[in-house]
């Protein structure tokens, strides 16, 4: 995932580049980066590696040396960025979140001629912010690169480029799968993935990009550069995972979105007759939390935290490289509170299972430290696709996913025929699927949101929503 912030003021814009950034960390935890700009000294740039370490306090220290009044930063889950181009275009930086799926093939039809390279990581991947910058100087304008690079690539791609006038261009990718807000103040305007960014730095809303929508900002305002697209498919994960709670996209909040999601999983399974006789409601921590209250509080049932997470030492558990490490960062985090575990029916609601890895550490855990049940509950569907779009349950399989390794087991290849019956909750071959996780991984029982449970929550036209890792399509 990724996630960035970008300002272009009348003043110096070097502290809000760092804060708004720093407030996407929740997006990313390999690499970050700073672009700034003054017309003195023009592109200052400097990039870290955030996988040890967050953000903040990697570029405190590069403070000092920066001076500009416009900026653009990032998060990055991905290769370092942004990067510093110089071609028929002019000099500009660049920093995208997204995925070209389909690389090899462009590189064969747009870069097989001598005379064209690209830097390799030591991976011997290319680093896609520089890619996508190539597609874009393959034309003759920075707007019609965008449009070029976007309309080729299989997958989605958001652009924020810093120009050598100071000026940002910023295009929302293609299907306006993830958000670009724009705010404004009275000395200059940014640009944001995350709205609540801006509003702690003192700008207040001023536009939400349509899909496909590019847009260049400079000191006295916006102006769209080309227009937005008909359709749009939204990612539902970031209201169900990774936004912020005080996050919102397309005017729908993250945190009320959550609380009124675990309220219809409740309401449905009340009417199913399928809700257990549990001594309390819980949330896997964090972004489980709010799905709980709702289901708490729709339930009747007494909210409770059995764990908390220790995060001063470790504030997220999957920065380490090393898998065992991470298992082991994991369970050093979760801190029982024995009075609500032992001897306790317990009933948690996770925001998505999704490999099955950790909570099977988690539901161990629980039993160890004394509970009498351990129920569980997703909020959000089976997951049965990894994601191609963004970083988000992306596998380089999909039986990496829990889903589809138990169909498996069950049926073998033939279960891959009859995806559509194992994610809906009235058919034999889900509840097969339910038994056979529980089986798996500890569970007194297993309940998943239903995909329009989901959207019902969401409340958004279900067509402009993205729910391929769900049902497949498109």
Not at 61 to 80: H, M, N, V
Not at 447 to 452: P, V
Request: with cysteine.
């Amino acid at each position: 995932m990724g996630g960035f912030f970008g300002a272009v003021s009348r003043r110096d814009v070097v502290l809000d580049v760092f804060f708004g950034v720093d407030y996407h960390s929740h997006l990313g935890t390999r690499n970050a980066g700073m672009t700034i700009w003054s017309k003195e000294e023009g592109f200052q740039r400097q990039i870290h590696s955030i996988s040890n370490s967050p953000f903040r306090s990697k570029f405190e220290k590069d403070l000092p040396d920066f001076k500009g009044t416009s900026g653009i930063g990032c998060i990055s889950d991905a290769e370092p960025q942004p990067l510093l181009v110089r071609s028929h275009l002019g000099l500009y930086a660049i920093s995208t979140v997204g995925i070209v799926n389909n690389m090899d093939q462009l590189l064969e039809t747009y870069f097989s001629g001598r005379g064209n390279q690209f830097m390799a990581m030591s991976s011997g991947d290319i680093n896609s912010t520089e890619f996508v910058a190539a597609l874009i100087n393959e034309k003759d304008d920075l707007v019609e690169g965008i449009r070029h690079a976007q309309d080729v690539i299989d997958g989605s791609m958001t652009i924020l480029l810093l120009t050598s006038g100071g000026e940002i261009i910023a295009a929302r990718d293609r299907m306006g799968r993830l958000p670009v807000h724009i705010g404004k103040n009275d000395e200059g305007y940014c640009v944001s993935f995350e709205s609540f960014a801006y509003h702690k730095l003192g700008y207040q809303n001023e536009y939400e990009l349509g899909p496909r929508e590019i847009v260049k900002i400079g000191v006295d305002g916006y102006t769209t550069l080309s227009p937005a697209g008909d359709k749009m498919k939204i990612c539902a994960f970031l209201w169900t995972y990774y936004g912020y709670p005080n996050s919102n996209y397309e005017g729908v909040n993250v945190e009320v979105m959550r609380y009124k999601n675990g309220e219809i999983m409740a309401r449905d399974e009340e009417a199913r007759g399928t809700m257990p006789d549990v001594d309390y409601v819980a949330g896997v921590p964090d972004s489980g939390l709010p799905h709980a209250i709702g289901y708490a509080n729709r339930s009747h049932k007494t909210f409770a935290r059995p764990f908390v997470k220790y995060t001063p030492t470790w504030p997220r558990s999957f920065m380490p490289a090393n898998q065992d490490v991470r298992d082991q960062v994991a369970k050093m985090k979760q801190i029982p509170v024995p009075e609500l575990i032992e001897g306790k029916k317990l009933l948690f609601v996770d925001d998505s299972i999704v490999r099955g890895t950790q909570l099977q550490g988690t539901v161990d855990f629980l039993y160890e430290s004394g509970a009498a049940e351990v129920h569980m509950r997703s909020a959000c569907p089976p997951i049965m696709f990894g994601c191609k779009y963004l970083n988000f349950s992306r596998s380089t399989s999909d039986m990496d996913l829990i889903t589809r390794r138990i169909i498996r087991e069950l049926e073998g290849k033939e279960g891959e025929k009859h995806l559509d019956e194992y994610a809906d909750s009235s058919t034999e071959r889900h509840q097969c699927m339910l038994k056979a996780i529980c089986e798996k991984l500890g569970f007194d029982s297993l309940g998943y949101q239903s995909l329009s449970g989901l959207l019902e929550s969401i409340d958004l036209d279900p067509e402009r929503i993205c729910t391929y890792c769900w049902n497949g399509k498109e």
